[in-house]
C-alpha cells in the first residue's frame, strides 16, 4: 500500500505533467492555425471535434470502472480488465461503422472526409491508451502516464514544428497526432506488459457484462452529455457555416478553454478535503467551499475583463490579422470563464458527496440548452451565436450546480463571499484602466499596469490578504 507522502508525489507529478500538455498544446495550436490559415485549421479542428464526439460511445465510462475495481485491490480485477477490454474491441467497431456511414453522408463531396478517417484512427487509438493508463493509475501509479502525457506532446511539437517548414497540408499534421497517439498506446502496452505481467486476451461472461453495463451506465450518461456539450457547436458550425467559420470559433476555443488547466489543478487538490470534511465537519466543508469559490473567482475575474480588453490585440499578435473575425467570439467566449472556473469547484464538491447523479443530470439538462441555443443562434448570428450558446450554457451549469451545492451544504455564511464583489469592482477598473492605457502605451505594458492596479486594489479593500495566497499556494503545491 502506498504512503500518503507518495500519492501527494504521484498526485502532484501527474497535475504538473497535464498542465505542461495543455501549455504545449496550446503553443502548438497557435502556430498550427498561422501556419494553416482559417480555412485549414477551421477543418483540423472540425476532423477532431467530430470524431471526438463519438469517442465516448468507445469508452461508455468503463474506464473510471476499472480504475474503481483495480484500485480495491481484488482477485476479480484482471478478469475484469478482460472482459472490459473485449468490450472495447466490440465498441470501437461499431463506433468506427456508425462515423464512417455518417462522413460518407454528410461529407462526401467535402474535403474533411478523408480527414475524418485519420481521427477516426486517433479516438480509437487513445481510448485503448485510456483503458491501458486506467489499470495502472487504479494501481496507484500516475508516473507512466505523466512520462508518457509529456512526450506525447513533445513527440507531436518536435514533428509538427518540423513540418510547418515546408508544407500546409492538414491531413499531414492529422498523421503527426496520429503516430503519437500510437507511440503512447504502444508505450502504455509495454508498461501494461512488463511491469505488470497483464496479458491482453478476449474474455467474455455474460453475468459480468450485464453488471458492468449497469454499473457503468452513469460514467456513460455523463461522458455522452459532456462529449455533446463540447462539440456539437462545432458540428453546426460546419454544416450551417462551412470551414473558415469553423477556423474562427476555433482560435477563440482554443484560447478560452486552455485556461482550464488552472481550476483543475486547484480542483484536484481540494476534492480530497471536500471528500473528507463532508463526512466530518460540515462546518469545515463551508469554510473550504466559500475559500475555493472566492479564490477561483480571484483567478478568474482578472483574466475574463483583462481578456475582453485585450482579445483584438492578442487575436492579431498570436494568430495575425487573419483572424480579426475571431476576436467578438473570444470576448463572448471568454466572459463565461468566472462562472467556468468556479463550476469546477461545484461539481468537485457535489462528487465528493456521492451525489453524481445530481452532476449527470444537470450536465444532461445543460447539454439540451446548448444544442438548442445552438441550433437558433448559429443560423441567426453566426459564429457569435455559436459563442454566446456556449457562455449562456456555462452560466446555466452554474446555476443549477450552485442552487444543489446550497441545497446540500445548508446555511452558508454569505458574508465569506463578499470578497467576491471586491474582486468584481477591483477587475472592473483593471478593465477600464488597461482600455484607457493600451492607446497610449504598449499593450503588454498596459496588460501588466492592470494586473498590478487588479493587485493593489484587492489588498487595498482587504478582499485578498497575505494568508490567502499562503493558502493558495499550499492548497496546490503541498496537497496530499
Not at 497535475?15 to 495543455?22: E, G, H, P
Request: with cysteine; charged share 15%.
Amino acid at each position: 500500500m502506498l504512503s500518503g507522502k507518495k500519492i501527494a508525489a504521484n498526485t502532484s507529478f501527474f497535475m504538473t505533467a497535464l498542465v505542461l500538455q495543455k501549455v504545449l498544446s496550446f503553443v502548438y495550436f497557435t502556430f498550427l492555425a498561422r501556419n494553416l490559415g482559417t480555412v485549414g485549421i477551421g477543418q483540423y479542428f472540425f476532423a477532431i471535434s467530430f470524431a471526438s464526439m463519438f469517442s465516448v460511445l468507445i469508452d461508455l465510462g468503463l474506464s473510471p470502472l476499472i480504475i474503481r475495481e483495480v484500485a480495491r485491490e481484488s482477485e476479480d480485477s484482471r478478469k475484469w480488465f478482460h472482459q472490459i477490454f473485449s468490450l472495447k474491441v466490440i465498441l470501437a467497431c461499431l463506433t468506427v461503422l456508425i462515423i464512417l456511414s455518417l462522413n460518407w453522408i454528410l461529407f462526401y463531396d467535402d474535403a474533411v472526409r478523408n480527414l475524418i478517417f485519420i481521427t477516426t484512427a486517433i479516438i480509437v487509438v487513445d481510448s485503448f491508451t485510456l483503458l491501458f493508463y486506467a489499470f495502472i493509475r487504479g494501481r496507484q501509479n500516475l508516473k507512466w502516464e505523466s512520462w508518457g502525457t509529456i512526450i506525447f506532446q513533445i513527440l507531436v511539437l518536435v514533428a509538427g514544428f518540423s513540418l510547418m517548414q515546408f508544407s500546409d497540408q492538414v491531413f499531414l499534421f492529422l498523421i503527426v497526432l496520429l503516430l503519437a497517439s500510437l507511440f503512447n498506446l504502444f508505450y502504455s502496452a509495454y508498461i501494461l506488459l512488463v511491469k505488470y505481467k497483464l496479458k491482453l486476451k478476449f474474455y467474455f461472461s455474460q453475468p459480468l457484462v450485464k453488471h458492468i453495463l449497469k454499473v457503468c451506465l452513469p460514467f456513460a450518461l455523463a461522458a455522452i452529455f459532456a462529449k455533446v456539450y463540447a462539440y456539437m457547436d462545432t458540428f453546426l458550425l460546419k454544416i450551417f457555416l462551412g470551414d473558415e467559420e469553423v477556423g474562427f470559433y476555433s482560435v477563440a476555443y482554443k484560447m478560452t478553454f486552455a485556461l482550464q488547466f488552472i481550476p483543475l489543478a486547484f480542483v484536484a487538490a481540494l476534492y480530497p478535503a471536500f471528500a473528507n470534511y463532508f463526512n466530518t465537519s460540515k462546518d469545515k466543508l463551508k469554510e473550504a467551499f466559500s475559500r475555493s469559490f472566492s479564490y477561483l473567482a480571484f483567478i478568474s475575474l482578472p483574466l475574463a475583463f483583462g481578456t475582453i480588453a485585450l482579445a483584438g490585440e492578442l487575436v492579431e499578435k498570436l494568430y495575425t490579422s487573419r483572424f480579426v473575425y475571431s476576436v467578438l467570439p473570444l470576448q463572448i467566449l471568454i466572459a463565461s470563464i468566472p462562472f467556468l472556473f468556479i463550476n469546477f469547484s461545484l461539481s468537485s464538491l457535489l462528487n465528493a458527496a456521492q451525489k453524481e447523479k445530481i452532476n449527470t443530470r444537470n450536465l444532461g439538462i445543460v447539454m439540451s440548452f446548448n444544442v438548442l441555443l445552438n441550433l437558433i443562434f448559429i443560423p441567426w448570428l453566426g459564429i457569435w451565436g455559436a459563442s454566446l450558446a456556449s457562455s449562456l450554457s456555462t452560466l446555466l451549469l452554474f446555476t443549477l450546480n450552485l442552487r444543489a451545492v446550497v441545497k446540500l451544504v445548508m446555511e452558508i455564511n454569505w458574508p465569506n463571499f463578499w470578497p467576491v464583489l471586491g474582486s468584481l469592482l477591483s477587475a472592473v477598473f483593471m478593465f477600464w484602466l488597461i482600455i484607457q492605457l493600451k492607446e497610449e502605451l504598449n499593450w503588454i505594458v498596459s496588460a501588466l499596469l492592470g494586473g498590478a492596479a487588479y493587485v493593489v486594489l484587492m489588498f487595498a479593500s482587504r478582499s485578498l490578504k497575505w494568508r490567502d495566497i499562503v493558502y493558495v499556494k499550499n492548497a496546490i503545491f503541498k496537497s496530499s
